[in-house]
């Protein structure tokens, strides 16, 4: 009986191990990252450069950033819907990139924000301007 009961622990053990494996084929976690940013920022360059989603420019524009972004990071269209469809069966590890871009994202804004200089509302008399609070 405890020899049964030592393979159950041992199949289950591996069964859980192999649960979060990415497959060979399958691009890591870091270089879907990269792809992803990169079509984030493709996909709002596109949007924002044509007014009409519905011109016949618009589509062609995406796809040819696309294959730029593709070329870029070394891969191909079909490598990478192929990792989309396997981290969208994977919520758990397709967290973990979506995490990441929301990081990258907020460390983006965050420069964008330091980078920015204030500006001094001078048009406001002196003497009606808001006084900074105290601290008691």
Same mark, same amino acid.
């Given at each position: 009986? +405890?020899?049964?009961?030592?393979?159950?622990?041992?199949? /289950?053990? =591996? $069964?859980?191990?192999?649960? @979060? +494996? !990415? &497959?060979?084929?399958?691009?890591?976690?870091?270089?879907?990252?990269? !792809?992803?940013?990169?079509?984030?920022? =493709?996909?709002?360059? =596109? @949007?924002? /450069?044509?007014?009409?989603?519905?011109?016949?420019?618009?589509?062609?524009?995406?796809a !040819?950033?696309?294959?730029?972004?593709?070329?870029?990071h070394? #891969?191909?269209a079909?490598? /990478?819907?192929?990792?989309? =469809?396997?981290?969208? $069966?994977?919520?758990n590890?397709? +967290?973990?990139? !979506?995490?990441?871009? *929301?990081?990258?994202? *907020? *460390?983006?804004?965050?420069?964008?924000?330091? #980078?920015?200089? &204030?500006? #001094?509302? #001078?048009?406001? &008399?002196?003497?009606? *301007?808001?006084?900074? $609070?105290?601290?008691?």
């Open positions: 009986m +405890k020899i049964i009961y030592f393979i159950l622990v041992v199949f /289950f053990s =591996a $069964a859980c191990s192999q649960k @979060n +494996k !990415i &497959p060979q084929r399958i691009l890591s976690q870091e270089k879907m990252r990269f !792809i992803m940013w990169d079509i984030i920022r =493709a996909d709002e360059y =596109a @949007n924002n /450069f044509f007014e009409d989603k519905s011109e016949p420019g618009f589509e062609q524009e995406k !040819i950033l696309y294959e730029q972004i593709f070329k870029l070394s #891969t191909k079909e490598v /990478f819907k192929k990792s989309l =469809a396997f981290y969208e $069966a994977n919520p590890l397709l +967290k973990v990139v !979506i995490d990441s871009l *929301r990081s990258n994202e *907020r *460390r983006v804004l965050m420069e964008q924000y330091n #980078t920015s200089t &204030p500006t #001094t509302d #001078t048009s406001l &008399p002196e003497k009606s *301007r808001p006084k900074p $609070a105290q601290v008691n």
